[in-house]
Structure formats: C-alpha cells, structure tokens
C-alpha cells in the first residue's frame, strides 16, 4: 500500500523558510518521480513542484519559482521542499503525490498534508 506522510509545517511570519518532508513508503520510490502540490483555504489543488527520478531535473510553478527548491533523498526514500522567502499566498496544506504532476493534472491527493501559515 502506497504511504505518504508530510511533515515541517509550521505558523510563520513573511520572508521566514520552512523545509517539508515527505516519508514515502509501499512503492519503490527511487523509481518514481515525485511532485509537491497545495492548496489555499477555499481554493482548488495547485502544483507547486516535480522532480525526476535522479533529482537532477526538477520543474516549478512560477508562483514559486526562485523560492522553493525540491529535492530527495533515495536511500531514505523521503522527498523535500525547501521554502524560503515565504509570503501570504503560500498559505496552504502541502501534500506531496507520487508521480510527476503539472498545472493542468493535479490528482485528489492520498495523504494527509502538513498545513502551513503565513502570517504577521
């Protein structure tokens, strides 16, 4: 059975970093690549981020381009999402979602997420 457990969400000010971790378990996730996706209070699923599977190639949306970095950690089978200079907007539960997603296909995830805040 595929598992994915999100954690690091935190209550932050603007401009702080946050790091999410995703601990993924029932499938051979060094053979999968691996996406971030979120969503807004009120609002609908947004693709934030996907990586390949050598972590070598990743892709961004452009709300977080330049401020967000995936990557992961095979041996560990866990996926990462580094945060920084976060604002208001990235308000939301991030979910992470085995497979590489884009804008236009963002599945109902299957996890719980880990809820962020923005806020001064």
């Known amino acids: 059975e595929v598992q994915l457990e999100e954690s690091g969400g935190d209550l932050v000010q603007p401009g702080a970093s946050l790091r999410l971790s995703c601990a993924a378990s029932g499938f051979t996730f060094s053979n999968s690549g691996m996406s971030w996706v979120r969503q807004a209070p009120g609002k609908g699923l947004e693709w934030v981020s996907s990586i390949l599977i050598n972590g070598a190639n990743t892709g961004y949306a452009d709300s977080v381009k330049g401020r967000f970095t995936i990557s992961r950690d095979n041996a560990k089978s866990t996926l990462y999402l580094q945060m920084n200079s976060l604002k208001p907007e990235d308000t939301g539960v991030y979910y992470c979602?085995?497979?590489?997603?884009?804008?236009?296909?963002?599945?109902?995830?299957r996890s719980q997420g880990t809820q962020v805040t923005v806020s001064s």
């Open positions: 979602a085995r497979g590489i997603l884009n804008k236009a296909y963002v599945p109902a995830p």
